[in-house]
């Protein structure tokens, strides 16, 4: 159930969402929320797969088994109201385009809630939707996508967010009610910024080790891969303690062996970006924690060298690809 706090009374039930994003978590929350009762919009820049999407349905394979999910999905300016609910699940990079393609739905004043990775996300929302009317957080949630239209995930499901201001806090329990009854185990935060925070340590400090080393979280697991990854999550903290945020630095520390540790055979999300020849995240995440710590005064050395890596990496693939 979702936590009781003193936030107040919510002034509304959410029934109507639109989705941005139909990778793996944008369809995994389309389909569950679809099943919960909700009416899902699912919104993405690719028409063929949204048509396909809106004439097959999705295919959820989860911990209740498989089923098939009708749900509407559309380009972004054939997504119309009304709507209580945008959740944005694009790339961190796509954040402030994807908010903008569907401002026309600003009108409405829908809740606007984010839960990806990296920072900046929360004020792409805030720009197009109003800081008041955001919410942010992190989902601890396996997925995958099987192309074109099924999701799996297995395992446990949880989200921490709440208000990105302490005015949108009245706006956390109507999206919790709807994150409990889809099976997600929501959290309502007044501190929400720390559980970005926090997940972007962990980004931060695996993500582009993985991207310039080729490795998985097991080929990670040595003496080196954990003085770098500490290290990055060491200045991660510096970096948000300098801004007013707490961190557990140990915690993170302790999550970032972990899953060096026992799940080994993980891919990272920037490998698999730079793999597939996508854009990686690296400046809404080591990027955003650099930027940051230059404006604060708190040095990043470790965190700045491995963005740079990364962004080396990249060109030299883009200049691969363009020369054949």
Do not use: Y
Not at 75 to 80: D, F
Not at 111 to 121: S, V
Not at 184 to 195: E, G, L, N, Y
Not at 249 to 256: K, M, N, P, R
């Amino acid at each position: 159930m979702p936590s009781d706090g003193a936030e107040p009374r919510h002034p509304r039930t959410i029934e109507r969402v639109v989705i941005l994003g139909a990778g793996a978590m944008g369809c995994l929350f389309a389909a569950r929320f679809a099943k919960a009762g909700a009416q899902v919009t699912l919104v993405d820049v690719d028409a063929a797969r949204m048509a396909l999407i809106s004439s097959e349905g999705l295919v959820l394979s989860d911990n209740d088994g498989t089923s098939q999910v009708p749900l509407k999905a559309v380009p972004a300016e054939e997504a119309t109201g009304p709507v209580d609910l945008v959740l944005l699940f694009t790339k961190s990079l796509h954040s402030a385009a994807a908010a903008r393609s569907v401002a026309h739905l600003a009108a409405q004043a829908p809740i606007a809630t984010t839960l990806q990775n990296g920072l900046g996300n929360a004020e792409a929302l805030a720009e197009v939707f109003g800081a008041d009317r955001v919410l942010l957080g992190t989902a601890h949630v396996p997925a995958r996508i099987v192309p074109p239209n099924r999701v799996i995930s297995e395992g446990f499901s949880h989200v921490d967010f709440g208000g990105f201001t302490s005015a949108a806090q009245i706006h956390a329990r109507p999206v919790a009610d709807l994150l409990d009854r889809a099976g997600f185990s929501p959290t309502i935060r007044t501190d929400a910024a720390a559980a970005v925070w926090t997940k972007l340590a962990f980004n931060a400090a695996l993500n582009p080790l993985a991207l310039v080393a080729r490795a998985t979280n097991g080929e990670m697991n040595n003496e080196w891969g954990h003085r770098l990854a500490h290290a990055i999550a060491r200045e991660t903290v510096a970096v948000a303690a300098a801004g007013g945020i707490v961190l557990d630095g140990q915690e993170i520390v302790d999550t970032v062996d972990q899953a060096l540790r026992e799940h080994a055979g993980h891919k990272a999300s920037m490998l698999q970006d730079f793999e597939a020849g996508r854009p990686t995240e690296i400046e809404f995440i080591n990027g955003a924690v650099a930027r940051e710590g230059a404006r604060l005064g708190i040095a990043t050395p470790v965190t700045e060298a491995l963005a740079d890596l990364v962004r080396f990496a990249e060109d030299k693939a883009a200049r691969d690809r363009a020369a054949g």
